[in-house]
Nanobody, 126 residues
Framework: VQLQAFGGGVVLAGGSLRLSCAAS????????MGWFRQAPGKEREFVAA????????HYADSVKGRFTISRDNAVKQMYLQMNSLKPEDTAVYYC????????????????????WGQGTLVTVSS
């Protein structure tokens, strides 16, 4: 499975951006897809995840109510709609996929994901 994230850019605080993640290869093996982010000098952190079997969605507390994860199987893409952006959302955003049926507690762990995209930079200016 290959993943490619795109859609990052520079936006003013309060603005919106939509990230996309295109999947190719053996996509039928994917059970979960997610977004993680890494700010300068910080560890990579979980943002959101979506299960393919149930379409259930999970979010980090820091983005609940502002970000929405979705997917379109027809075009093999996953999205992250980011609204009400804050300067603290500035980071490189990575999309990831797992070929395992992850339990809820594992969704938040980067080590549970098998495939990663290259990352796209989001900069929120105040």
């Amino acid at each position: 499975v290959q993943l490619q994230a795109f859609g990052g850019g520079v936006v003013l605080a309060g603005g919106s951006l939509r990230l996309s993640c295109a999947a190719s290869g053996r996509t039928s093996s994917i059970y979960v897809m997610g977004w993680f982010r890494q700010a300068p000098g910080k560890e990579r952190e979980f943002v959101a995840a979506i299960r393919y079997s149930t379409n259930s969605r999970h979010y980090a507390d820091s983005v609940k109510g502002r970000f929405t994860i979705s997917r379109d199987n027809a075009v093999k893409q996953m999205y992250l709609q980011m609204n009400s952006l804050k300067p603290e959302d500035t980071a490189v955003y990575y999309c990831a996929a797992s070929s395992s049926r992850l339990i809820v507690s594992s969704l938040f762990q980067s080590t549970a994901y098998d495939y990663w995209g290259q990352g796209t930079l989001v900069t929120v200016s105040s």
